[in-house]
């Protein structure tokens, strides 16, 4: 099934098998006010096709950096680029100048299309990166604008003829830490990706409605809102803002069925689920960070339904540990995906027997390609992948997240993860949000400390808190330090930004 034929582009697999078979009048994609359908999407998609290779002069490889919250115009931008035969370089809307600059020197990127919303940053940007030869600006209204001058284009393209191997995707990581890495992925990954984790762990049908949070930039969102309905014939809900409250009243005006979300946003809906009528919601899914206990009860209190957890990464491109809703085990992220394989390497990089905590390792069919190779020969060795998270096999067969590898809190000679910790917290009634970290500690080398947002109604009581955690796991885990916080560093993908924890002041 994951075998592939040496040409292939995606665009043809996922937007244009549809129309050929006759379902071009499905529900496709709607947001930002519009409401496409498969033939739509695949009219506008190729009038812009048509504007970037008439018009811009890009020829197949020239890499076309993408920039705009999450719209059906950005959709179909994405497909002109791939049916183009270029390499969409997908960045994430709150990117800065700074940041735009670094992927476009780094991807060599010489065009954009770009959101008007969010022009100055790119022009800022190209300013000092004047590789990047050509703009065009989308949602601007104006006569040179990239809808009017699609306008003007056939609506008819015939897609590049790429081989399955060429890249059809550059995505940054976010960079929590060091510096954004570029990660290439081929046309015939973003298939495998299609038919490896969502027929095994999501299922969804053709009737399914998906919504969620995550931008397109982000994989997570390119293959949750857009990749995965549009590989089943489903239809997607593209939201510009997906706070949880607004998230929540999508999912009621839409009647979505799927969602995607990260854990900290499932918390937040959560208690507001009760007053909002979100009885079509059928699937749920978290990744992003780790999915803790205390949350998939939350949410399975607040609605009945199971979260669906995976672990997923830029470098892997989506998901390779899931569970089905029927095998969720709380605490635990899940199996290998079928068609990826796992394990847990030791110090000494052999693999470890089950119970014990090491690095995992993964392989299957979308490894890693970063654009720099001296990353390359970190994350990738032997062919297996090295996320960097430590993780543990239970008897089961089931893989325990830990901590991201250099989170690892190393006090008083244990070695402690914070996530654990963080999940103990969580069960309390009176914590919100929290995020534990190791900070230096004379005596113990690093001592654990929490930062914890409360629940409305709920006083700052450390005391009630440590002890709930001595309780609950280990007690020479429990935070030596609390402080409360009225909010914790976050991504614009949900994770905790630990590292800004650590900074001093
Ligand atoms: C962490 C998780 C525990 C883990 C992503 C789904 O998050 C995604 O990609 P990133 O490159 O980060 C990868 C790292 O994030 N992580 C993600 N999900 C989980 N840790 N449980 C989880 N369920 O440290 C991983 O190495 O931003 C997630 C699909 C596509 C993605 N790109």
């Not at 570029?182 to 490896?196: E, K, Q, S």
């Amino acid at each position: 099934e994951l075998q592939f034929g040496p040409r292939l582009n995606a665009a043809t697999e996922l937007l244009d098998r549809w129309v050929a078979q006759g379902q071009g009048g499905r529900p496709c994609v709607q947001g930002a006010g519009l409401r496409w359908t498969y033939a739509e999407l695949q009219a506008e998609a190729n009038r812009i096709a048509n504007v970037l290779v008439n018009e811009l002069g890009v020829v197949p490889g020239n890499r076309v950096l993408l920039r705009g919250a999450n719209t059906p115009q950005l959709a179909a931008c994405w497909f002109a680029v791939v049916k183009a035969g270029a390499i969409a370089v997908a960045t994430m809307p709150l990117l800065r100048a700074k940041e735009l600059g670094q992927v476009i020197a780094k991807a060599e990127v010489s065009h954009a299309l770009c959101d008007a919303a969010l022009a100055d940053e790119l022009m800022a940007a190209q300013a000092q990166h004047p590789v990047l030869r050509g703009i065009c600006h989308f949602r601007s209204g104006a006569p040179d604008g990239l809808e009017a001058r699609a306008a003007r284009q056939p609506a008819t393209f015939t897609n590049v003829d790429t081989a399955s191997d060429d890249c059809a995707l550059i995505a940054f990581t976010s960079g929590t830490t060091g510096q954004p890495k570029g990660t290439m992925h081929f046309h015939r990954d973003l298939i495998a990706a299609c038919r490896c984790w969502p027929p095994h762990c999501l299922q969804a049908r053709s009737s399914d409605v998906f919504i969620g949070s995550p931008p397109l930039a982000f994989t997570f969102g390119l293959g949750g809102l857009l990749l995965f309905p549009m590989s089943v014939g489903a239809s997607t809900v593209l939201l510009e803002k997906a706070a949880p409250e607004l998230l929540l009243k999508a999912i009621v005006e839409h009647r979505a069925t799927v969602c995607f979300t990260a854990p900290t946003s499932y918390r937040a809906m959560a208690p507001l689920a009760a007053q909002h009528d979100i009885s079509a919601l059928r699937k749920c899914v978290s990744a992003g960070e780790a999915l803790p206990a205390a949350t998939r009860a939350l949410w399975k209190q607040a609605t009945g339904i199971e979260l669906i957890d995976g672990i997923g990464a830029t470098e892997l491109l989506h998901i390779f540990i899931s569970h089905t809703e029927a095998e969720a085990r709380p605490g635990a992220t899940g199996r290998p995906v079928p068609g990826y394989r796992a394990c847990i390497l030791g110090d000494d990089g052999r693999p470890l027997p089950p119970g014990q905590v090491g690095r995992l390792a993964v392989k299957g069919p979308t490894g890693c390609r970063y654009l720099a190779d001296e990353r390359q020969r970190q994350y990738v060795q032997d062919g297996w992948n090295l996320t960097g998270d430590a993780y543990l096999l239970d008897a089961d067969g089931y893989y325990v997240y830990q901590a991201r590898t250099d989170d690892m809190i190393i006090s008083g000679g244990y070695n402690i993860a914070g996530p654990e910790i963080e999940a103990a917290l969580l069960a309390h009634p009176a914590v919100a949000e929290c995020a534990v970290i190791g900070v230096p500690d004379a005596e113990r080398g690093q001592l654990v400390k929490a930062f914890v947002v409360l629940r409305e109604g709920h006083a700052p009581d450390a005391k009630a808190l440590q002890e709930h955690v001595k309780a609950s796991i280990a007690p020479y885990k429990y935070p030596r330090a609390v402080e409360f916080r009225d909010s914790l560093p976050r991504t614009e993908t949900g994770k905790l930004q630990r590292f800004k924890l650590r900074e001093p002041g």
